[in-house]
T-cell receptor, first 112, second 113 residues
């Protein structure tokens, strides 16, 4: 049984560019949450998707947007990248919006 | 809003030493509490959890007890191993409509042989 998978593993972008990160949830899971983990910090909640809709959003600007597909996979898009967007982006999936979350290995984004 | 405070690291111990990593929380209501572990270059793994006051979560020799009176969830292990070296995060489950997790800043544990 595959766990949560994320792609790519690493990504390097320059300021002002746009990036798309991808997540496939664990089998049987229908809810995907995204977190940003800056170096030396704990993960910060970005948003959560359930039934292809954004259900809750953390304190992140509109440059951060997402999407969930009918197969429950999800994308995180970040526009107009800033140096401060450099972080590990973690995806977590769960069965419904109230069950235990399982985390993927993350995508390391570096903005130069 | 809800928040989690962890003791700052790094915590450096010799193998077989006793470990305590302090965690306190601020929350409205009665959140579920978690400890996650992050090994170098990896994502987060759930280590243990407790869902109500006085519950004790345990896994792989680690334990933590949900103390409502002190709003604490301290992580303990009686005898650490080099393989326990990692970053440990305390977290609470936001009691809203989603299972949003709120994390502490993490504590780096380094165990020396």
């Amino acid at each position: 049984d595959a766990g949560v998978t994320q792609s790519p593993t690493h990504l390097i972008k320059t300021r002002g560019q746009q990036v798309t990160l991808r997540c496939s949830p664990k089998s049987g899971h229908d809810t995907v949450s995204w977190y940003q983990q800056a170096l030396g910090q704990g993960p910060q909640f970005i948003f959560q998707y359930y039934e292809e809709e954004e259900r809750q959003r953390g304190n992140f600007p509109d440059r951060f947007s997402g999407h969930q597909f009918p197969n429950y996979s999800s994308e995180l898009n970040v526009n107009a990248l800033l140096l401060g967007d450099s972080a590990l982006y973690l995806c977590a999936s769960s069965r419904n919006t109230y069950n235990e979350q399982f985390f993927g290995p993350g995508t390391r984004l570096t903005v130069l | 809003g809800d928040s989690v405070t962890q003791m700052e690291g790094p915590v450096t111990l010799s193998e077989e030493a006793f470990l305590t990593i302090n965690c306190t929380y601020t929350a409205t209501g009665y959140p579920s509490l978690f400890w996650y572990v992050q090994y170098p270059g990896e994502g987060l793994q759930l280590l243990l959890k407790a869902t109500k006051a006085d519950d004790k979560g345990s896994n792989k020799g680690f334990e933590a007890t949900y103390r409502k009176e002190t709003t604490s969830f301290h992580l303990e292990k009686g005898s650490v191993q080099v393989s326990d070296s990692a970053v440990y995060f305390c977290a609470l489950l936001d009691g809203g409509a989603t299972n949003k997790l709120i994390f502490g800043t993490g504590t780096l544990l380094a165990v020396q042989p």
